[in-house]
């Protein structure tokens, strides 16, 4: 006994845990350490392709998932297989994912652990690290505006506090005063990049102080002081609805990932570190405490061994990887059912507008404000954020007053963090809530960029969550604003599975398409022109309803030529039409541009087999290319004519608007038409 005693390198307090709890942790924490051992020979073996290996830190991921509740989310990344063992994830399906195998968790689709399940109440992470932590902030948001005393975990490494999401996450956490803890694993390496390359701070928990937050630094390796760390902190976030920061102090002591080896490593920080083994302390800490003996520790091992190999076994005899098409491609966007009143436009209103019952003249700018006053009246989950929309209505006006309406728990002003924003509107979908996030300006979205083409919309393709968000895109040229808030950036998105990009041209289809949106379970892109706000007036329901995402609309019928496109280029089409009455323009208006509206697109073709595409985004890489070359590939036999493209010059937004008015298409939409007309 007092030779276990003397082997201790760790003070290990009880804080009053029974002996079946302090048992419960001691195979806790056995379990990925020897699933980990058995996962690294099984690589060796080539059984398996690729391990991320967390052994020497496993009382962090143990110790912080058995001090939650089972329904509190958290957030892990790849060196956390604790979580998932604690939360009780059957041993078969975590063999399966991590051959690729399609009866895994991600039907095949994802690596090691890439990937989430709301039954466990565990969110997959990214490759990208940092938005992970952003998505807690979304699920304490939830849990505060139902007034439910629970809080959600986000992990990162040292390294991942260097990210931009590391700050904004924070910062979003402190000013919204949200119950999430942050645990920050500080292992030494970001794969091979010491901490002393990492950061200059004395210790990460030091910037807990910037954001206003507590934060606390603890032996990661002690599965007790974690334990009773987080549950303390954890009521702590609970009774004064505050974030905390927590650095757990540990090392990794195998490769970042097996391939890298640890030959950057010295190797005295492994003897070091050696001595500090989390498994083998507590092992023997349980010993001198006479909880169990020698024989009994031996005994567990068996068990879990045996388990694993029983496990192992049905994973491993799991069905071959087959390819089903129509599933792969169905399970890119989370299903989508309309509800209301699909409202179409007339093609040709004769009637002066506002004539027709149930309707009302409304600018533009007026039914995106309706839609969505409608839609917040309609779905009390649904939640409004973005910079300066509140008591300021927003940069447009388009939210003023709704704070009034429905308070600053649902209309909440952002701080500049766009990328936070947009992982916490995904963190709130994990709690079934509704979000729009209102871009100041389009041109903004770069820096949320991330959060949106590998986050919200791949999510649903990788573990089957749906990402109920909304991002509103004030868009467009033609104000004079320069090159900052002006750009036309919708085809950043149309190359993205998983979003759907919607971009209304009149009164009617913005309510419409804006209700349409909010009610679908997948991320949407909502562009609004700018210049169309207030120049742009048309006949609008009363009514709540929509107008289907995914289908064009026929504007005018023509034989001459067909011009395909949307947005400002609708009114650029219409003007010029208007213009010149002896040439019979075929229009159709998009207005989704993904997914697109192929058969409106080959019946625009047929009507007159010439073909010009019109848009404001510039020539290059703009979604006319796609266009047109998916008429080629499979219209060909009805053109009479190359297809031609009219679109704005391939250089920024100039501000002045002599010169802005030379960039955009439109200055060269004449010459274009004659020339298509002349060949």
């Given at each position: 006994?007092?030779?276990?005693?003397?082997?201790?390198?760790?003070?290990?307090?009880?804080?009053?845990?029974?002996?079946?709890?302090?048992?419960?942790?001691?195979?806790?924490?056995?379990?990925?350490?020897?699933?980990?051992?058995?996962?690294?020979?099984?690589?060796?073996?080539?059984?398996?392709?690729?391990?991320?290996?967390?052994?020497?830190?496993e009382a962090i991921s143990v110790g912080v998932t058995k001090a939650?509740?089972?329904?509190?989310?958290?957030?892990?990344?790849?060196?956390?297989?604790?979580?998932?063992?604690?939360?009780?994830?059957?041993?078969?399906?975590?063999?399966?994912?991590?051959?690729?195998n399609q009866d895994g968790y991600s039907k095949g689709r994802e690596?090691?652990?890439?990937?989430?399940?709301?039954?466990?109440?565990?969110?997959?992470?990214?490759?990208?690290?940092?938005?992970?932590?952003?998505?807690?902030?979304?699920?304490?948001?939830?849990?505060?505006?139902?007034?439910?005393k629970k809080i959600s975990v986000a992990f990162t490494g040292e390294?991942?506090?260097?990210?931009?999401?590391?700050?904004?996450?924070?910062?979003?956490?402190?000013?919204?005063?949200?119950?999430?803890?942050?645990?920050?694993?500080?292992?030494?390496?970001?794969?091979?990049?010491?901490?002393?390359?990492?950061?200059?701070?004395?210790?990460?928990?030091?910037?807990?102080?910037?954001?206003?937050?507590?934060?606390?630094?603890?032996?990661?390796?002690?599965?007790?002081?974690?334990?009773?760390?987080?549950?303390?902190?954890?009521?702590?976030?609970?009774?004064?609805?505050?974030?905390?920061?927590?650095?757990?102090?540990?090392?990794?002591?195998?490769?970042?990932?097996?391939?890298?080896?640890?030959?950057?490593?010295?190797?005295?920080?492994?003897?070091?570190?050696?001595?500090?083994?989390?498994?083998?302390?507590?092992?023997?800490?349980?010993?001198?405490?006479?909880?169990?003996?020698?024989?009994?520790?031996?005994?567990?091992?068996?068990?879990?061994?045996?388990?694993?190999?029983?496990?192992?076994?049905?994973?491993?005899?799991?069905?071959?990887?087959?390819?089903?098409?129509?599933?792969?491609?169905?399970?890119?966007?989370?299903?989508?059912?309309?509800?209301?009143?699909?409202?179409?436009?007339?093609?040709?209103?004769?009637?002066?507008?506002?004539?027709?019952?149930?309707?009302?003249?409304?600018?533009?700018?007026?039914?995106?404000?309706?839609?969505?006053?409608?839609?917040?009246?309609?779905?009390?989950?649904?939640?409004?954020?973005?910079?300066?929309?509140?008591?300021?209505?927003?940069?447009?006006?388009?939210?003023?007053?709704?704070?009034?309406?429905?308070?600053?728990?649902?209309?909440?002003?952002?701080?500049?963090?766009?990328?936070?924003?947009?992982?916490?509107?995904?963190?709130?979908?994990?709690?079934?809530?509704?979000?729009?996030?209102?871009?100041?300006?389009?041109?903004?979205?770069?820096?949320?960029?991330?959060?949106?083409?590998?986050?919200?919309?791949?999510?649903?393709?990788?573990?089957?969550?749906?990402?109920?968000?909304?991002?509103?895109?004030?868009?467009?040229?033609?104000?004079?604003?320069?090159?900052?808030?002006?750009?036309?950036?919708?085809?950043?998105?149309?190359?993205?599975?998983?979003?759907?990009?919607?971009?209304?041209?009149?009164?009617?289809?913005?309510?419409?398409?804006?209700?349409?949106?909010?009610?679908?379970?997948?991320?949407?892109?909502?562009?609004?022109?700018?210049?169309?706000?207030?120049?742009?007036?048309?006949?609008?329901?009363?009514?709540?309803?929509?107008?289907?995402?995914?289908?064009?609309?026929?504007?005018?019928?023509?034989?001459?030529?067909?011009?395909?496109?949307?947005?400002?280029?609708?009114?650029?089409?219409?003007?010029?039409?208007?213009?010149?009455?002896?040439?019979?323009?075929?229009?159709?208006?998009?207005?989704?541009?993904?997914?697109?509206?192929?058969?409106?697109?080959?019946?625009?073709?047929?009507?007159?087999?010439?073909?010009?595409?019109?848009?404001?985004?510039?020539?290059?890489?703009?979604?006319?290319?796609?266009?047109?070359?998916?008429?080629?590939?499979?219209?060909?036999?009805?053109?009479?004519?190359?297809?031609?493209?009219?679109?704005?010059?391939?250089?920024?937004?100039?501000?002045?608007?002599?010169?802005?008015?030379?960039?955009?298409?439109?200055?060269?939409?004449?010459?274009?038409?004659?020339?298509?007309?002349?060949?």
């Amino acid at each position: 006994m007092q030779y276990l005693k003397n082997q201790l390198l760790m003070q290990f307090e009880k804080k009053g845990l029974g002996n079946e709890q302090l048992i419960e942790l001691y195979r806790e924490l056995l379990l990925p350490r020897l699933i980990e051992e058995k996962m690294l020979l099984l690589l060796r073996q080539g059984r398996i392709s690729k391990w991320f290996s967390g052994i020497g830190q496993e009382a962090i991921s143990v110790g912080v998932t058995k001090a939650l509740d089972d329904d509190e989310w958290i957030m892990p990344l790849h060196r956390n297989l604790g979580v998932f063992t604690s939360r009780k994830l059957p041993l078969r399906k975590l063999f399966m994912q991590w051959q690729g195998n399609q009866d895994g968790y991600s039907k095949g689709r994802e690596r090691s652990f890439h990937f989430g399940t709301r039954e466990h109440h565990i969110c997959g992470m990214i490759s990208h690290l940092g938005p992970q932590l952003a998505i807690a902030d979304g699920v304490a948001l939830a849990y505060k505006l139902r007034k439910e005393k629970k809080i959600s975990v986000a992990f990162t490494g040292e390294g991942g506090t260097s990210e931009g999401d590391f700050h904004e996450a924070l910062n979003v956490a402190a000013v919204w005063d949200l119950p999430v803890i942050f645990i920050i694993e500080n292992n030494g390496y970001g794969l091979s990049t010491p901490v002393n390359e990492q950061y200059r701070a004395s210790s990460l928990v030091d910037k807990a102080k910037g954001y206003g937050m507590d934060g606390v630094q603890v032996d990661g390796n002690n599965v007790l002081t974690v334990y009773d760390t987080i549950r303390g902190i954890r009521d702590y976030c609970i009774r004064q609805q505050k974030p905390y920061l927590v650095e757990c102090m540990t090392f990794r002591m195998r490769g970042h990932e097996e391939a890298s080896g640890t030959k950057y490593v010295p190797k005295e920080l492994f003897q070091e570190w050696g001595k500090k083994d989390p498994v083998l302390n507590y092992e023997l800490f349980l010993i001198a405490e006479g909880v169990i003996d020698s024989d009994t520790s031996k005994k567990i091992r068996e068990e879990i061994k045996q388990y694993i190999e029983s496990e192992l076994a049905i994973g491993f005899n799991a069905r071959p990887v087959f390819v089903d098409e129509e599933e792969e491609l169905k399970d890119v966007y989370a299903e989508s059912t309309a509800r209301l009143p699909q409202v179409e436009e007339k093609k040709f209103r004769s009637a002066p507008a506002g004539n027709s019952k149930g309707e009302s003249e409304k600018r533009f700018i007026d039914a995106i404000k309706e839609g969505l006053h409608q839609s917040m009246m309609e779905h009390p989950n649904l939640i409004l954020m973005g910079q300066d929309i509140a008591e300021y209505g927003g940069a447009f006006k388009i939210t003023e007053g709704f704070v009034n309406k429905f308070g600053k728990d649902r209309v909440r002003n952002t701080p500049l963090c766009e990328s936070a924003i947009i992982g916490s509107a995904l963190g709130l979908s994990l709690e079934n809530f509704k979000s729009v996030v209102e871009m100041q300006f389009a041109d903004f979205v770069s820096v949320g960029f991330n959060q949106i083409v590998n986050n919200l919309a791949k999510i649903h393709y990788r573990w089957g969550q749906a990402a109920d968000v909304v991002i509103r895109m004030p868009t467009g040229a033609g104000v004079g604003a320069g090159p900052f808030h002006s750009q036309s950036n919708e085809a950043w998105f149309t190359h993205i599975p998983g979003l759907k990009v919607v971009y209304p041209a009149t009164p009617m289809d913005a309510k419409g398409l804006l209700i349409a949106a909010i009610n679908d379970p997948n991320p949407v892109i909502y562009f609004e022109h700018k210049a169309l706000y207030r120049s742009v007036s048309g006949a609008v329901p009363q009514e709540y309803y929509e107008i289907e995402i995914g289908r064009g609309r026929i504007v005018r019928e023509g034989d001459d030529v067909s011009i395909i496109t949307y947005g400002a280029g609708l009114h650029w089409a219409e003007d010029y039409a208007a213009e010149h009455p002896e040439i019979s323009i075929y229009i159709l208006d998009l207005r989704t541009l993904l997914p697109l509206d192929y058969a409106s697109i080959r019946a625009a073709v047929s009507a007159t087999g010439k073909v010009l595409i019109l848009h404001e985004d510039t020539l290059t890489g703009g979604i006319g290319g796609e266009l047109a070359a998916w008429i080629a590939e499979h219209c060909f036999q009805l053109l009479d004519a190359p297809v031609m493209r009219c679109a704005s010059l391939d250089t920024p937004v100039p501000f002045s608007i002599v010169l802005e008015d030379n960039f955009l298409g439109r200055a060269r939409l004449a010459e274009t038409v004659e020339k298509l007309l002349a060949y």
